[in-house]
Structures are given as structure tokens and as C-alpha cells.
């Protein structure tokens, strides 16, 4: 799968260009697969191709930092548009996940 | 050589004289999600809304269609990658789901409307991050969303029968700073 990739303890998530309810469970369930079955510690999400973002967004990345977090694990966004960031400032995501410039 | 001319905005007087309705209505599944936000943002782009604008409008209508269709008529999976429900038995319960818009000068009126369980606690639902269902990783922020985003919200339900989205947005007065990106 393209969208997933391991590298060192890292899961880098190509989001799709529309992130919404629609794409949200193959997106959590592929990225948990990789969380579970390999020696990932922390999740990137890479948001480059993504032009669209609702509140299923936040769902998946709290989801992730679930179950990442409490194992010292950290969640990281990567090339978020000024849209996508003003949704994941909004909703406090800049409290618990890295967002890069 | 050809010229891209840059398009006329809408003069003040034409804009406020503007009138235009739409409606649709189609099936509470999540491969609509989109279907909806898109035929809304195409219906007001004669108004020349700004990029920020517009991608309000578009998350507030992704928010108030995806709760009919997750909330109201509990169709809680998005279709898989290829089309496929999952999981496989999950039945899909039939439904739909209306959007009514109407543009009266530079303000959007929006309606969302489902005819499925609604809502018995409203002011326990509209509080940010509440959601009945944290077991589908909703954030809770779908109506949070849809209160930053327009001007205006008016949720009315009725337990058993439905729920009622009414959104207001005037357009063409952002202070954001188009081309800046
Ligand atoms: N159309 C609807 N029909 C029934 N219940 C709804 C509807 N819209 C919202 N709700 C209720 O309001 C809650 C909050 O909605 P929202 O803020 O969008 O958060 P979320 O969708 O993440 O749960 C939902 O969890 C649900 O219980
Ligand atoms: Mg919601």
C-alpha cells in the first residue's frame, strides 16, 4: 500500500486528497495495522496532496495518538496547508501532536 | 497568445438583488459526503466567494450531511477504498438525506435535513467534543465546526423523527487575503 510507509519506528500516512467519514476507516484500520503489527513508535501524517479536511480528520489522528501515546509515542503533521491548519489548531491538535511548518 | 482575463466580480447592486434556490436529495451513504460539499460550492460560486469561503461553506455541509448519515440514520461506515462496505454484513439502512440552499444577496441560507432517530439532548450534543459515539472515533467537533465556520446555526430535532440543520453565511466580506499562499 502505497499510503503506508515504515521507515526507522516511523508510519508516514499519505492522507488522500479529501480526508472525511467516507475515507476515515480504511485510513485508521491500515494505519492500525501497521501500529499493532510493527515496530512503529510514531505516526506522521503527511497532509501534501490533502485539500480537504473535516472533524472525521481529528477523529483519526486522536485515534491514533490513542494508542500511541502512552507508549512515549509521538504523532507529527507534515505539510499542512493553511486550511488543514486552521482545522487542527481549532480543535487543540497542536496541544498534543507536532505540527511542522 | 491568449489571454486569461481575470473574471468580473458581481458589482455591488447585481449582488444584492441576487436570488437562487437548489435543492437535492439523495441516499444516506458516505460516498455522498462529498457529492454534497461539491454541489453546494459549485452552487455559490457565482457569488465569488473567497478561497477560505468557500472552504468554510464546504466543511460545514461535510459536517451537518455526515451527522445525518452516521447520526441520523446510523449508516456508521464509510465505504471502503474500492467501493465495498465495510464490514461486508453491515446492512445499509435506507434513508435520505436533504440539502436545501438559497442565496438572497450576499447571504447563503443552508438546510440539512434527515428523517432518521434525532436528537434528545441538544444542548448535550452541541457541546464541543461530545459525541455518542467515541467507539467510531467521531471528534465530537462537527458541530463546533459548522458554529465557526458560518455566521449562524439553528439545530432543531425531534427524537424519532429527524433533524433539522439550518446554516447562515454572508459571503464576499472575508478579510482573508486571497493569492497569499
Ligand atoms: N443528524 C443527527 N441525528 C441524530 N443525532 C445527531 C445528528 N447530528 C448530531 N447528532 C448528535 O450530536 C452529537 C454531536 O455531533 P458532532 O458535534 O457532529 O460530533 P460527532 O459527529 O463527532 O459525534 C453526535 O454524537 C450525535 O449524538
Ligand atoms: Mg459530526
Known amino acids: 500500500m502505497e499510503e503506508f510507509k515504515v521507515i526507522d ?3 508516514c500516512v499519505k492522507l488522500p486528497e479529501e480526508v472525511d467519514h467516507h475515507k476515515s476507516a480504511y485510513i485508521s484500520e491500515n494505519a492500525d495495522r501497521y501500529i499493532l503489527g510493527e515496530q ?6 503527511d497532509f501534501e496532496a490533502t485539500r480537504f479536511m473535516d472533524s472525521s480528520g481529528i477523529g483519526i489522528i486522536m485515534g491514533r495518538y490513542k494508542k ?7 504523532v507529527f503533521a507534515i505539510h499542512a496547508d493553511r486550511q488543514i491548519k486552521r482545522i487542527l489548531y481549532m480543535s487543540g491538535m497542536h496541544k498534543i501532536i507536532e505540527i511542522m511548518e | 497568445m491568449i489571454e486569461i482575463k481575470q473574471k ?7 449582488r444584492d438583488s441576487m436570488k437562487n434556490e437548489m435543492a437535492l436529495e439523495f441516499d444516506a451513504v458516505s460516498t455522498n459526503e462529498s457529492f454534497a ?23 460545514a455541509v461535510s459536517e451537518a450531511v455526515t451527522n445525518a448519515i452516521i447520526h441520523g440514520y446510523e449508516n456508521v461506515y464509510g465505504y471502503g477504498r474500492h467501493g465495498e462496505l465495510k464490514p461486508v454484513h453491515v446492512k445499509v439502512q435506507e434513508g435520505k438525506v436533504y440539502v436545501r440552499c438559497r442565496i438572497e444577496g450576499d447571504i447563503l441560507h443552508i438546510e440539512v435535513e434527515d428523517k432518521g432517530i434525532g436528537i434528545e439532548n441538544l444542548d448535550k450534543a452541541m457541546e464541543p467534543l461530545y459525541t455518542s459515539k467515541p467507539e467510531l472515533e467521531r471528534s465530537g ?3 463546533a465546526f459548522m458554529e465557526a465556520f458560518m455566521d449562524d446555526l439553528e439545530v432543531e430535532s425531534k427524537p424519532l423523527l429527524g433533524t433539522t440543520v439550518r446554516m447562515q453565511k454572508k459571503l464576499g466580506c ?8
Open chain 1, 68 to 74: 500511541i501515546a502512552c507508549f512515549g509515542g509521538k
Open chain 1, 9 to 11: 519506528n516511523y508510519l
Open chain 2, 141 to 143: 467537533m462537527g458541530f
Open chain 1, 40 to 45: 512503529v513508535n510514531h505516526v506522521v501524517f
Open chain 2, 174 to 181: 472575508s478579510n482573508f487575503i486571497q493569492g497569499e499562499d
Open chain 2, 8 to 14: 468580473e466580480p458581481i458589482a455591488a447592486g447585481e
Open chain 2, 37 to 59: 460539499r461539491v454541489a453546494v460550492a459549485a452552487f455559490i460560486t457565482p457569488l465569488n466567494p473567497t478561497v477560505e469561503e468557500l472552504a468554510d461553506v464546504k466543511t
